[in-house]
């Protein structure tokens, strides 16, 4: 089966066509055009912003991927099974534009629709290169949701736990714009983090709300509180600013760290997929893993890749090939509030 995915929920737009046969998964093309470099200028995301320039790439992103299927196979569409695209959660017009081309294609190519909810597909990254089993806990931790997941098989999602106000992706963006590191932040807090030598108690001054209770809830929107107090009475240059890069950092990668532990002794799943754009945070995945080798019993720990970490549509195509369910074009429309486990 070959699906075509498409994905416009925030500033990526991005098209992937993805084959299945059997467990095996192959991304036979993947593209993505972004606005990043727009909102970097801007400090951040703005939605109109991101709606328009989705409408401009969205049919050359298609184009482009399916421009790598043979010629002579590609004029006649009856190679591709279905289009899968990205119904929800994110933001309203970056999401019409992809719902609305995937309709109009479906119609005109008389293809089913399979909506997919895009935090599922951060989940089902770990599948592009992996056979996770089940049961498993996952973490979806991205710029905009900080969840735990029980999965007990395909499509049995529950929500376990998460954040109580700011996303961990979203605690990055913040802060790093109150150290002048620029958008996304989570890569350049990363960086910057990477150049401080210092260790241990030098990188507690940030507070870790809720990491000693065990729920699995997680707050993250006192850090930009914190961050923006500490740096009232510091002068900012660059060792400075990597020093307290590499404490957010820390403070953020505690927290998720200990919260996972206790996931994975609630639940006691066989696998634990760390997934989206956070986990191309390669001190977190250090730190997930060393903590995991720690306990007995440890589940199998499946970080995405960088490159299917961050929003792209193969995790997309992904979920609907082992998530089966086409409907009709006129029955998809777009939903910027979908949860996790709907
Ligand atoms: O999943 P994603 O691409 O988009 C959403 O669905 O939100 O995640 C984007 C988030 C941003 O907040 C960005 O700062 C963060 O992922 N991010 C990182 C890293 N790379 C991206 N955070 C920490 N470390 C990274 N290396
Ligand atoms: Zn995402």
Not at 53 to 75: C, G, M, N, W, Y
Not at 181 to 192: E, K, Q, S, V
Not at 240 to 257: G, K, P
Request: net charge neutral.
């Amino acid at each position: 089966m070959i699906i075509l995915g498409i994905e416009t929920s925030c500033d990526e737009t991005a098209a992937a066509l993805v084959k299945k046969e059997g467990n095996k998964i192959e991304v036979l093309s993947s593209e993505i055009a972004t606005s990043l470099e727009m909102h970097a200028k801007s400090g951040g995301i703005i939605p109109e912003n991101a709606a328009r320039e989705q409408i401009k790439s969205i049919l050359p992103v298609i184009e482009k991927t399916i421009s790598k299927i043979p010629h002579q196979v590609r004029d006649d569409m009856a190679w591709l099974d279905a289009i899968a695209v990205t119904y929800g959660p994110g933001l309203i017009g970056s999401l019409l534009a992809g719902v609305e081309t995937a309709k109009t294609l479906s119609l005109v190519w008389d293809k089913p629709i399979v909506p997919v909810n895009h935090l599922h597909g951060h989940l089902y990254a770990c599948f592009i290169e992996h056979n996770p089993e089940f049961p498993a806990v996952g973490l979806v931790v991205s710029g905009g949701h900080t969840d735990f997941v029980y999965i007990k098989d395909h499509g049995q999602i529950e929500y376990i736990g998460g954040t109580r106000d700011d996303a961990a992706g979203e605690a990055f963006d913040k802060t790093a714009r109150i150290i002048e590191l620029g958008y996304p932040g989570g890569p350049a807090i990363a960086a910057a983090a990477a150049k401080c030598k210092v260790k241990g108690e030098k990188l507690k001054i940030f507070p870790r709300p809720m990491i000693n209770d065990d729920s699995l809830d997680m707050s993250f929107s006192g850090l930009k509180t914190a961050v923006a107090n500490y740096v009232k009475v510091k002068t900012l240059n660059t060792d400075h600013r990597s020093l307290i890069a590499a404490n957010i950092q820390e403070a953020i990668v505690d927290t998720l760290v200990a919260k996972s532990l206790i996931a994975i002794e609630k639940y006691r799943p066989r696998s634990f997929l760390l997934s989206g754009g956070v986990a191309a945070n390669k001190r977190l995945e250090f730190c997930l893993r060393k903590v995991a080798q720690s306990i007995s019993k440890s589940p199998q720990i499946y970080v995405s890749s960088v490159k299917n970490s961050t929003d792209n549509a193969a995790m997309i195509a992904t979920t609907a090939l082992y998530n089966y369910r086409p409907i009709h074009w006129s029955e998809i429309s777009a939903n910027p509030s979908l949860a996790i486990d709907s």
